[in-house]
């Protein structure tokens, strides 16, 4: 792959910067669905050029479901974050999973390779769309980085390896340069949802394809649905050939909330992680808490992958903790809880709690699903002793 990966880490002024091409400190958002043609034969051109999966010529924008300047500037700018030279937005986090599944199968130059090998724990839409086949692939699952090589050895018809780090939902680390090693010829995938391109760029340790949910910390509110995919000129312009096929385009007003959430992320990411942290600390010391699943704690770093100068900057935002009362005890807290949301989704200013057993990661096979006792917590803005004041009450109804 011809990315460099001497990747420079995002500073704050990078993310409030990046992608901003006009001189105002907002850019414009353009909601035409349609745009004027100067002529047949230019109009024609840029049409050509739009679904060879680049950008439009002088001969007009075309079509919003082909192009769009808001939803552009996003992507250009969590490019510039990432390190890779191209993005392309969809809808929803799925809509871009879906896209990379689809262009690393259903185009020609897959030459009919269809099966992809993928680690778990992953998050249960991807676990179910994997496991489903729906989109016409096969997949191997393996439970770390040392089942990718004999996976792949065992499938030479492998497409694509899909690896997520920090995992959903116990925020299990990767190892990246482990994977790359395993992955040799075969691109890989990074769902890098949890990390954000503030602590980790895969492409620093040779993905070909890095994924955000933008719902979550990239729009960092709650209020807007998105995916986007990081990558090269290559895979960008095959994504883009699938957006346009697919119609799973981001809308523009969604890629304007999107690229103005890329201002904050340094400081909310940080600041989160400072807190879960003091959380998972708390959390870990309590008698009824069996088990903390956080980066940050001892022993959930078995590899060194956190630190300035590792694979990812900081533990993170993102914890799983499994309650000794089982499933009773995990219902109770996320029953009991008043500050922090009982609630799907992560990433968010405020906490979040979740179940992942019986919402998200309900159709998992159960081989492979989460303990019912788990709780994943998705730890906001608020101050970090009020979520603990919060926590205690909860855990007292116990
Ligand atoms: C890690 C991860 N990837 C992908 C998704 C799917 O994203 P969306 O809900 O935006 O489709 C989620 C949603 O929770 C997620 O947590």
Redo the contacts with the bound molecule.
């Keep these: 792959m011809s990315v460099d990966r001497n990747i420079a880490r995002v500073t704050a002024t990078t993310a409030v910067h990046a992608g901003r091409i006009v001189t105002n400190p907002t850019p414009p958002i353009d909601l035409s669905a349609t745009y004027h043609l100067p002529g047949v034969d230019a109009g024609g051109e840029s049409y050509a050029e739009l679904i060879a999966g680049r950008g439009p010529t002088e001969g007009g924008l075309v079509y919003q479901r082909m192009w769009n300047p808001t939803t552009a500037g996003f992507e250009q700018a969590l490019a510039e974050l990432e390190g890779l030279p191209e993005a392309v937005s969809f809808?929803?986090?799925?809509?871009?999973?879906s896209a990379c599944l689809l262009a690393a199968t259903a185009v020609p130059a897959a030459r009919g390779k269809r099966h992809i090998v993928a680690v778990r724990p992953?998050?249960?839409?991807?676990d179910g769309l994997l496991s489903k086949g729906t989109l016409g692939t096969q997949v191997s699952w393996v439970d770390d980085v040392a089942g990718i090589a004999p996976a792949l050895a065992a499938r030479p018809d492998t497409a694509l390896v899909v690896v997520?780090t920090p995992?959903?939902p116990t925020a299990r680390l990767l190892d990246l340069d482990a994977v790359a090693a395993a992955c040799g010829e075969v691109p890989y995938l990074v769902?890098s949802?949890?990390a954000t391109p503030v602590l980790q760029q895969p492409a620093r340790h040779g993905a070909t394809l890095v994924?955000?949910?933008?719902?979550?910390y990239i729009g960092g509110h709650c209020d807007v649905?998105?995916?986007v995919v990081a990558t090269t000129e290559e895979w960008a312009a095959r994504l883009r050939d699938i957006r346009i096929q697919t119609g799973a385009l981001l809308h523009p007003l969604a890629g304007y909330l999107l690229h103005r959430g890329l201002q904050t992320l340094p400081l909310r990411i940080k600041r989160a992680s400072e807190s879960a942290q003091s959380l998972a600390e708390w959390l870990a010391a309590h008698p009824a808490v069996e088990r903390v699943h956080y980066p940050g704690l001892t022993g959930g770093d078995p590899d060194g992958l956190v630190g300035p100068d590792r694979q990812m900057l900081l533990p993170g935002a993102m914890m799983a903790f499994e309650m000794r009362g089982g499933y009773a005890a995990a219902a109770t807290v996320a029953e009991n809880v008043r500050l922090i949301l009982h609630a799907?989704?992560?990433?968010g200013a405020e906490s979040l709690i979740t179940h992942p057993a019986s919402l998200?990661h309900r159709n998992v096979h159960p081989d492979a699903r989460p303990d019912a006792g788990l709780l994943r917590f998705s730890v906001g803005l608020e101050d970090a002793p009020d979520l603990i004041a919060d926590l205690e009450a909860a855990f007292a109804k116990l």
């Design positions: 809808g929803s986090g799925m809509a871009a999973i992953i998050y249960g839409g991807t997520e995992a959903n769902d949802t949890f994924v955000h949910s933008a719902t979550k649905l998105g995916g799907a989704s992560l990433g998200s």
